[in-house]
């Protein structure tokens, strides 16, 4: 049967074939289904979308759609991990069979090699200071994560510094969350007009860019790896990205806008976003810069605002006040000042700052 139903049904769980959507749609709908409904669809079983209810084993009930999601997505996951790991090695290995040859004299003015893997702490922070003193004009960098601790803005301030004294621009990014650390604060306080510091909910990962000429990303999880990236096309797309994110970002000088539904917090507009795409709750944490706690934290209270007794009662009040979604209000909103939405059936709950 199994192998009969492979073959009638070539796809996995995120693509269901028709037969196999309206038996499981049924499934969710009704909370299980006869066995023999799915007796036609054999992939359900196969793909542990349904499993036999303990208490009547003629019935099938199905796997909750969060539960497939997660699944699908630390399987997305596991994949780009993969594929990550296969790009660093080939590029390691493809660098190391060039070292074999003769080497090549480098014309003056040549960019280099495009693609560089940098391993190790002494060789990434070699490559910076390097970038660093061939600088001219303009840093742009993007730095993912919560409240930076003192040894990483330290880490750098030397650069910093450098930069600052031959009159180079910085540009940088960070999560709504870094505005709460002091230490950030006082490195903005340090550096003056040379460094301008805007937000965003969430940001990508690492990024370092000098001159619109040199980038540097992550090349694994734990950072002990760097891609030192100068081909043309790469760095331009990167400088692109950056721009996107900073048109969108909001100045750290600047408050964060409220979030126009009375008693729900911008962080707590950013979760609720985030819980409607179907993300857990280290997902979300990671994402936002904040620890699993607080974030759940937050969903606590966001459920008890839109008066939600579980979570799937809280995506579908999430949907019915518009927090699945960004937010944008129109430029007259914004001149007579934010509206505010009151939910219906929960009382007021009064206001409350944004964290």
Known sequence: MAGHG????????????????????????????????????PCLLELALLHPDPDDMDWLVPTSPQEVMTRLLRGVYDEVSASQRRVGSAVAAFEWYAGLGPQQPQAAGAEGTAIRVLDGASRIQAALDAATEACTAQVLTVQPGGIRPEHELTEGLHRALALRGRGVRMRDLYTHVARHGQGLLNYLELMGDSVEARTLDEVIDRLILFDRTVAFIPANADRTMALELRHPGLVNYLVTVFERLWRLAIPLTAPLPDTGIEGISHREQSIAALLAEGHQDAVIAERLGISVRTCRAHIARLSETLGAASRTQLGVRIAQVGLDGPRSPSPSSEAAGPAVIRIPGVPDQGSRTAQ
């Open 6 to 41: 492979t073959e009638e049904h070539p796809h996995g769980a995120d693509r269901l074939c028709e037969a196999g959507d309206r038996v499981y749609s049924r499934a969710v709908r009704r909370g299980r289904v006869p066995r023999r409904d799915a007796e036609p669809v």
